[in-house]
């Protein structure tokens, strides 16, 4: 602990014991504390007899509960059926570039119509992010992750039945509700993970995402020249369907448990997890840090996280952005033949507004070519995210992305089109999957659901703003529909290096009173000298 003598650590413990005892001796006042309470609950093995003569008892927090039991089977499993979530999230957008080429043929749309069908999922997502997060800080992870996806589930099948273009909208738009939960599936696998596993396992969760993007390009390969858009939109819900048969298995947050002030629930789910990794319990009492007043948006903005705050939403808009733009770029240009043949070079206005063309085999071809870039990009994030930290591999990926949206300026040949564009997406997917470990990791657990549903929410604002870039701009002008994403990530980059705190190897904060404590009473678990002598705020 910098800047503390050791007198004075013991002052602060005994400060700390008495505090306990005074308020197990009011118990019966039944008017709950807003600022948080601070209790604890004995396991069945209260440590040996030469603790409890001495009239002290040794405790321990979830944090320590969860580092002690370590990473094993239950997170395997976990890590499989959050996976599957996040399957279904990547195979419902990666469809909408698969399904609107056909749109456009089947019902003559114009290139706004169908831009809107892209936009329409993100608005639902955007509106409904928040909204998840809220539910889930204050009802449970898994609720908020089951009804997310029965939701989704639903609306989704029933989309596959639109008969005009109103309908796929409206139920579009359900979906896209549904999905605005699906990054809960990362609050609540963060909150089951050791520091020393945890950067690299939420990377790993990408590896979901991608499988899930390849997925639906292969269903698309064998479905839509026979079936239709409307079994494809079907069949992708698979995932959906395995995760609502699987979901009763899903363990709650012991790490929630104890904030909402049920120690017992999440005792019996840390014995759980210890009895499946074959580990053992650390003996003593689990200590209770209680927080009544969760899921509010504002603790977002107090002193210590109003800066974090805002420089992770604008990191999450750039991410959504420029990932969801390169895949609807995709299409576009593959379809179009070169950057060169997406517009009138006279004239810079669009060849045709109406013009109407089908995927074909070798455009699905080449779009899985660009889907596995996905895998090497989250193998690069494995390998950095721990070695330089999480701010500077954003900074990297973002920088990194730009650099290969240069070569598409050029009038280049398909083969090096789908190598910068492989490149690319590589870069985005590395980056803002970096996004998704840090976001957990700067909040507390109070508003660790929140901070990454509105980050989320943010990441929409980008996704709805993107179709009208990769699919409507680009016909008009393709130097400036990529310069756009060009400044759009270099302004990511800046955002990433100008994060005040870096998360690398630092233990989960569980409420606001105690990330507050902790900037004065404790150093986190890896940082450098320099950071914890400055007044940094997370």
């Not at 929410?457 to 060009?486: C, E, H, N, W």
């Not at 290096?497 to 902790?518: I, K, V, Y």
Request: charged letters at 15%; a neutral charge; glycine letters at 8%.
């Amino acid at each position: 602990m910098s800047g503390l003598t050791r007198s004075s650590q013991v002052a602060y413990k005994r400060w700390k014991d008495a505090d306990i005892s005074v308020h197990e001796e009011q118990s019966g006042n039944n008017e709950p504390s807003k600022e948080g309470v601070c209790t604890m609950l004995e396991q069945e093995d209260l440590g040996d007899s030469k603790t409890r003569s001495s009239g002290m008892s040794e405790t321990f927090t979830v944090e320590e509960a969860v580092e002690a039991i370590g990473f094993g089977c239950f997170q395997w499993k976990l890590s499989m059926l959050t996976g599957v979530a996040w399957m279904a999230d990547s195979m419902e957008m990666m469809l909408l570039s698969i399904v609107t080429p056909q749109l456009r043929c089947e019902w003559r749309l114009s290139s706004w119509k169908v831009a809107f069908i892209t936009a329409v999922v993100f608005i639902g997502m955007m509106l409904s992010s928040s909204l998840w997060g809220n539910i889930s800080d204050k009802y449970g992870r898994k609720v908020c992750l089951t009804l997310c996806m029965l939701w989704t589930l639903f609306y989704g099948l029933f989309s596959a039945l639109a008969p005009v273009y109103s309908w796929i909208l409206v139920l579009r738009g359900l979906v896209g509700f549904g999905l605005g939960g699906a990054p809960q599936s990362v609050t609540l696998y963060t909150e089951f993970l050791p520091v020393k596993t945890r950067g690299i396992s939420i990377i790993l969760l990408g590896v979901f995402w991608a499988l899930g993007a390849v997925f639906e390009v292969l269903l698309a390969i064998v479905v839509m020249p026979t079936l239709g858009w409307k079994w494809l939109l079907a069949f992708s819900t698979f995932p959906l369907v395995v995760f609502a048969a699987s979901c009763c298995w899903l363990p709650e947050s012991a790490r929630f448990d104890v904030l909402r002030g049920r120690g017992d629930k999440a005792l019996k789910t840390l014995k759980r997890v210890a009895a499946s990794n074959g580990s053992t319990m650390p003996t003593g009492r689990l200590i209770a840090n209680t927080q009544n007043d969760r899921g509010r948006i504002r603790d977002l903005f107090i002193p210590e996280y109003c800066k974090t705050t805002l420089l992770v939403w604008f990191i999450w808009i750039c991410s959504a952005f420029s990932y969801y733009g390169l895949v609807l770029l995709t299409t576009e240009m593959f379809q179009a033949g070169s950057a060169c043949s997406v517009t009138d070079n006279s004239s810079m206005e669009p060849l045709c507004n109406l013009e109407c063309k089908y995927l074909t085999t070798d455009d699905y071809k080449d779009l899985l070519w660009t889907t596995l870039a996905e895998f090497p990009g989250i193998l690069v994030s494995v390998w950095m995210i721990d070695r330089i930290g999480r701010r500077k591999s954003m900074a990297f990926f973002f920088l990194a992305f730009s650099l290969c949206i240069l070569p598409l300026y050029a009038c280049t040949q398909r083969t090096v089109l789908i190598v910068f564009i492989f490149i690319a997406r590589a870069c985005i997917t590395a980056g803002w999957q970096v996004a998704y470990v840090y976001t957990p990791e700067v909040f507390p657990t109070a508003t660790r659901a929140i901070g990454i549903g509105t980050s989320s929410g943010m990441a929409r604002v980008g996704a709805l703003i993107t179709p009208f870039i990769a699919q409507v701009l680009l016909k008009t002008s393709v130097y400036l529909a990529l310069s756009v994403y060009l400044i759009c990530c270099l302004l990511g980059t800046v955002a990433s290096w100008a994060l005040p705190m870096e998360t690398t190897g630092r233990s989960l904060q569980e409420s606001t009173q105690n990330t507050m404590e902790q900037k004065h009473m404790e150093r986190p678990h890896g940082s450098e000298t320099a950071e914890s002598s400055s007044n940094t705020s997370p």
